[in-house]
């Protein structure tokens, strides 16, 4: 063999070079890149320009190199109350939205996880089905279902529960709804993944020690389920925050979120600066439960080794 | 995990799993049931008829916003294909390598990152590229398909990694000891053995780019508007039954694509 691992090790460098290098080399440029770029045009000022916003250097004289480093945004952002208010709400809604996903979201992975094995692909298979219809057609369905003269009320005054409409849709409850509906499957799946991985004799074993099935749950199943509650809970968590679609089309004036916000800069205004000046505060809240799921993820495939 | 439970302590659960399932699906059969509907209105129904799959057949500007979605989810797809399963390549098959730690920051973030985030910053590297070296003139196909792409890589690389995790090396070395070259070996036993999952892959990453709202707006310019940019504004002026005809549509594709791929898939394991 010892003749054919000169060419082998050219091989195997150039895979490296090919595997490693390419997708590094394209994320690198799109998709870090660009969030340093947002965080140069964030310290800029607007300008009547084209593109709207002022250069971050300019020689004006020679040998003198003016820098211009603005903190207006970020100063606006922290003493105007309407976007304190909306990265607050944000990370409420988010907070809620996690929590009731869970709710939902456990039981059902433990029931997909713990039905009989021939059931499990194709009951997996509903739940990642919505998943790749449209997005925002599912959001629009709700429009149709929440509104006062909607299906939800005709249901509700037709069986007598309720005298006038409710109001629902453009208020906060009904961008819950929407963001639960539209996020759940990205909790159940990683749950559901974890929950499968669990050893069947811990759970045989506490019971034969005489622990009740609800005691062996608390004190066996849950806590070593924690990676994927984790892990789920973050996928649904940190896009949450930043949403735009759901908060647009479901609530109303009164929901403050910060990714509506920044549309509305970006768009309406046309301030590329403060909507920059957005994207980073938003980042940097990010930036925690992020890490918080890089680690989970890591120690979860150590684990699996 | 298939715990021994008793029947009694079982019915809960379902009922839960029932009531996930109705929420999950009786948004979509309203929008599928109401497509049919003669009525405007989405309550009253005033009988069958296939007027809004006319209307939505002559509706000039969302076609056209259709045939530019496809086309620029297939390059995305594509090209995702490619790049994800290098990138599932260098996570499983190279180790420890230098910097592993921040490719796979690089794969996840993707995965998680609000979409406002990735399309004000894709917009704001395509200006600063246009004006520092002139390209890309202007914005379209082209940005949004490399916005695309970057997102779709990462799911691309996620699905294609756990099936290249899960795969039998047995077939590789035994290759290999035959005297087999490593490129020859990779394109004849593991690219057949890893086929259902680049075919996910793929369609995965064709739905996420014919999905996105978001993204697209920050980076398209005049002329390119997609198909959801078309849905949403017209979802803005209230409830329109052509919509529900589309997503009528969009459901009926993406059920047969993913029974198809589920078809394909059970074969593939059946025969390794």
Redesign the interface.
Known sequence: MST?SA??SR??RL??F???G???V???I??????L??LR?SIAEPALAQ?PYTALWEWIDQGVLQIHINLQNFILVWEDSIYLDAFLNSLWVALVCTLLCLL??Y??A?????S??RWR?PLL??????F???????V??????L?P???LN?ALMGIGLIDEPLAILHTQIAVYIGVV?SY??FMILPLYAN??????TL??AA?DLGCR?LRAFWRVTLPLSSAGIVAGS??VF??V?????IPD?LGGPETLMV?KL??GE??GNKD?PL??AL?VV??AL?VVP?VL??RI??RIEEGSR | ?????PGR?RWP??T??AF??A???V??L??IL?SFNESR???VWSGFSLKWYGELLHNRQLLDAAWLSVRIAAVNATVAVV??T??A??LV??GR?R?RTG????????????????G???L??F??MQ?GFGWPAGRGFTTIA??H??FS?AYV?VVVRSRLAQMDASLEEAAMDL?A???SVYAQITLPLIAPALLSGW??AF?LS??D??IA??VSGPGSTTL?MV??SS??M??SPQ?NA??TL??AL??F??VIA?LSMRQSQRSS
């Open positions: 054919a060419p082998l091989d195997s895979s490296r090919v595997n490693i390419i997708p590094y394209w994320l690198g799109f998709f870090l890149l660009p969030l770029i947002v045009i593109p939902l979201g039981p059902m433990y029931a997909l996880a713990t009989p094995e692909v298979m509903l739940i990642i089905l919505p790749w219809t449209s997005f925002l057609i599912r629009y369905a709700w429009i149709g279902i509104k003269q909607g299906l005709h509906y759940l499957p929950l499968t991985r669990l050893d069947p759970l045989e019971a099935p973050m996928l940190i896009p925050v930043g949403e735009f679609v089309l990714g920044l549309w970006f768009f590329w909507a920059s994207a938003l980042l990010l992020f799921m890089q993820e890591q | 995990m298939s715990g021994r439970h302590s659960l379902w839960l799993l996930g399932y929420f999950l699906y948004p979509i309203l929008l109401y209105l989405v309550t790049l994800g290098l990138a390549n260098a098959r190279h390598f910097g490719f796979e920051l690089l794969l996840t973030a993707p995965l998680v990152m609000p979409d406002v985030l990735i004000l910053s894709m704001l590297l200006v600063a004006q490399i916005a792409i970057t890589t690389a005297g070259r490593p490129l369609l995965l739905t014919l999905d709202l978001v707006s920050f959801p849905v949403y979802v803005r209230g409830v919509i589309l997503a969009i459901v993406v059920a694509a993913v589920g």
